[in-house]
């Protein structure tokens, strides 16, 4: 079966009658919301703090037991045992994914502050520089019905 092929029957499937449908490609047209993305500052804040706590919490718990096994891996290695040389690599490649997945907390939650931030400032411009020719203070809302 081809790809188009599955993709149109998984498609027809998705619309079929039952309880949970999926939508696909397009708007439900009644009550299912504007269709716009919606960025609340308050929520890019809880989840920028979750991703600092956890940052936080793996800095401690990631390294926890790297000193102990990093020493263990050298005395098996003095011994000539081929595990301390594995035991080493195990260490390193830990300590490699939890540097990257720090990385990635950082990122987010440094990412999700600017965002939140950069939203606040470009709606007060938004607001405190577009009216109408009603003179009706034009906000972020107001101007997506003219796109609709």
């Known amino acids: 079966m081809s790809f188009d092929d599955e993709w149109e029957r998984a498609k027809a ?3 079929g009658d039952g309880p949970a449908r999926m939508r696909v490609n ?3 047209a009644s009550g299912g919301g504007s269709g716009t ?3 609340r500052r308050d929520d890019l804040g809880r989840v920028s703090h979750a991703a600092y706590k956890l940052h936080g919490g793996l800095r401690s718990a990631g390294g926890h037991a790297k000193a102990n096994s990093k020493a263990a891996g050298a ?3 003095t011994d000539h045992f081929a595990t301390g ?3 080493t ?3 390193d490649t830990w300590q490699t994914q ?3 997945l720090l990385e990635a907390c950082a990122h987010i939650s440094n990412h ?3 965002s939140a931030k950069r939203y606040g400032e470009e709606d007060a411009k938004i607001e405190s520089g577009m009216h109408d020719a009603r003179k009706r203070l034009m906000t972020p809302s107001r101007i997506a019905e003219y796109y609709r």
Do not use: K, P
């Open 37 to 39: 993305l919606a960025a």
């Open 13 to 15: 499937w998705a619309m």
């Open 75 to 77: 005395e098996l290695t």
């Open 89 to 91: 690599r195990v260490v």
């Open 85 to 87: 040389a594995a035991l």
């Open 26 to 28: 397009h708007l439900v």
């Open 98 to 100: 939890v540097d990257t």
């Open 112 to 114: 999700l502050d600017y």
